[in-house]
């Protein structure tokens, strides 16, 4: 368990690294907001796109329906649909905190998450508790859950981000990351001798 917990906080450092190094605009990435949701409206003062994502234990159903205008030129749809049909009141009381402070729900509404996908699968049961919630519809290419196993009830969700990347270092990091193998061949040696 400790080596997913690992391997998540390294993805998340990753991703927020490349999200800076690329970006003309500045995005926050914030995971398991489950104690914050109190402070949103700081968030919204602070001017940045955020994405706040994580377990949030709480089952909203069909709840953040949107107008066309809020999703008009992003990748996302208003209509927001679920295979999770449960509403309880801690994700009524989450969708409230988010839509009041200009979040929206990002699950159920990509090119590759409609009608949102289980995110947690249990002998108990299946539902959508694994959310991802931005303030600007337009930094969000796709949203998926992945039926990986591992020893986690909770499945991955990969997240495609549509940012205005800037490729001024991409032939830099490609060079750093070329790794050159040189293999010796005795029938080559003459080649190398002096004459």
């Known amino acids: 368990m400790e080596d997913i917990a690992f391997c998540i906080e390294m993805l998340s450092q990753t991703l927020y690294t490349k999200l800076e190094q690329y970006s003309q605009s500045k995005w926050i990435i914030a995971g398991d907001f489950n104690a ?80 949102a996908d289980y995110t947690y699968v249990s002998k108990t049961g299946s539902s959508v508790i694994d959310l991802l919630f931005l303030n600007d519809p337009s930094g969000l290419r796709d949203l998926s859950v992945v039926d990986f196993l591992h020893s986690s009830p909770h499945l991955p969700v990969i997240v495609e981000m549509a940012t205005d990347v800037v490729y001024a270092n991409q032939k830099d990091e490609k060079e750093m990351a070329t790794q050159y193998i040189f293999r010796w061949d005795e029938g080559k040696v003459s080649k190398w001798l002096p004459m």
Do not use: H
């Open 36 to 115: 914050r949701v109190g402070q949103l409206n700081q968030l919204e003062e602070s001017q940045s796109k955020w994405i706040i994502a994580g377990d949030f234990n709480a089952r909203v159903g069909q709840l953040n329906q949107l107008e066309e205008e809020v999703t008009g030129n992003c990748y996302l749809t208003s209509v927001r649909n679920s295979r999770d049909y449960l509403t309880n009141n801690r994700g009524k009381n989450l969708i409230e905190a988010m839509e009041s402070n200009g979040f929206l729900l990002a699950n159920g509404r990509t090119p590759s998450d409609s009608p």
